[in-house]
């Protein structure tokens, strides 16, 4: 089964009002506008980062060219992170603890857990490092996630008043130096109350129709749309519910945005934990058919109004948006006619502007400009490309 067909059926079998407007907007003209189509030619980017990812190595793996990237990312094609081991868990061995403040602690086996009402999201899963460093640009993509309600599970076991913080452990273990201490540790994230009841964070189980894959979190892994990657734990095996803040490597000292701001005219420097997504673009890749260029990407982290391309620093010109595909946490695809392009090198830059007016900051924008870390960068991207 091809999957990127796969987002479009479950479009067309949503309600009988959608299906009208989506069968005059799936028309094939509409859709060849955004995906990738056999017959174009792709121009690679000539400011192209080196495929090993340096520093990162043996950390992130499976990274991707824009160029190959569409609205759906394959799960072979999907990139993955793990700061610690890549446990391979046995189906057998597994279960999954909910424990702490709560009336009913409970364990629970993956059979358990698929046996519970099922859901389904797209979601564009961006590491919060992605385009902090020159040689990560593509942590991101977009799968079909599957799985339970996180929320459900919580309210069946019983949320006690004292509880704070929900904590989301992994089975992977690895080594960290506190001060004069060797801490050994599990891979952990945690989330407030309110936030990790929210009623789409999915226990998942399936990624793209196929069993969650092991590098991916197999069995289980937390699904929390809306926030960076860093929040979806893989591997599962413990929540636990705390009256205290974790403030472990994950949440207290890497993963922490470090920025100038100013308050009351004066210069603060703030630390703040990565959390939610942030409105982001970038031009994916730019194709010739014919004698005619098209520029094509993705916009995505909030709800988008408007993507803007400038060519060469020229005027922001309104791309369209790809109608066809609106899901609440995935990207949207956009694109650009190019009729007057030119041989020679030429630097493109995009924008997103959000449904609530907020726009992609530049890299001049204090936000950016002011930020001392590699995290939550999500100023405008610029890409170069030389065409003959
Ligand atoms: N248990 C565990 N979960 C984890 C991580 C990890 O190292 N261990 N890495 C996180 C980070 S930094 C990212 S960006 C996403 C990446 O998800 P993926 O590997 O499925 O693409 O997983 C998150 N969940
Ligand atoms: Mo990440």
Redesign the pocket.
């Known amino acids: 089964m091809d999957s990127i067909e796969m987002p479009r059926r479950q479009f067309l079998g949503q309600s009988a009002a959608l299906v009208t407007s989506a069968a005059v907007l799936n028309s094939p003209l509409l859709m060849q506008a955004f995906a990738a189509q056999p017959g174009e030619e792709i121009i690679p980017w000539s400011d192209q980062p080196p495929a090993d990812p340096g520093v990162a190595r043996g950390v992130i793996q499976n990274l991707q060219r824009w160029e190959d990237l569409d609205w759906l990312t394959p799960n072979s094609q999907?990139?993955?992170?793990?700061?610690?081991n890549h446990p391979h868990i046995d189906e057998q061995d597994w279960s999954l603890e909910i424990t702490g403040l709560v009336r009913k602690p409970g364990r629970f086996r993956l059979s358990d857990i698929r046996a519970r009402p099922r859901h389904e999201l797209s979601f564009t899963?961006?590491?919060?490092?992605n385009n902090g460093r020159p040689s990560f640009l593509t942590?991101i993509?977009t799968a079909q996630w599957a799985g339970t309600s996180l929320a459900a599970m919580l309210r069946e076991a019983g949320l006690l008043d004292t509880g704070i913080e929900v904590v989301f452990v992994?089975?992977?273990t690895g080594e960290e130096q506190v001060r004069d201490i060797k801490v050994p540790t599990s891979?952990a994230r945690s989330m407030g109350v309110g936030d990790s009841m929210g009623p789409d964070n999915l226990l998942c189980y399936e990624m793209n129709g196929a069993p969650l894959p092991p590098?991916?979190?197999f069995p289980l892994?937390l699904i929390v749309p809306g926030w960076?990657?860093?929040a979806?734990?893989?591997?599962l095996r413990r929540i636990e519910v705390r009256a205290t803040r974790l403030e472990n490597r994950f949440m207290g000292r890497d993963?922490v945005t470090i920025r100038e701001e100013k308050h009351d005219g004066r210069t603060e420097w703030v630390e703040t934990s990565v959390g939610r997504a942030q409105i982001k673009s970038a031009p994916a890749r730019v194709v010739r058919e014919g004698g005619h260029y098209k520029i094509v990407g993705m916009a995505w982290g909030a709800p988008i109004a408007r993507v803007e391309v400038s060519i060469d620093s020229g005027p922001w010109q309104i791309a369209t948006i790809d109608p066809t595909r609106q899901e609440k946490y995935a990207w949207r695809l956009w694109s650009l006619d190019w009729p007057a392009s030119a041989p020679g090198e030429h630097a493109i830059t995009v924008r997103a502007v959000g449904a609530d007016g907020s726009v992609q900051p530049a890299p001049t924008d204090p936000q950016i400009a002011g930020k001392h870390t590699y995290w939550e960068s999500n100023g405008q991207i610029t890409r170069h490309i030389r065409l003959s």
Not at 78 to 84: D, L, Q, T
Not at 232 to 235: D, E, I, P, S
């Open positions: 999907f990139f993955n992170i793990a700061h610690y899963l961006e590491c919060a490092g942590g993509g992994g089975a992977d891979f590098e991916h979190g892994r960076y990657g860093i979806n734990v893989k591997w993963y």
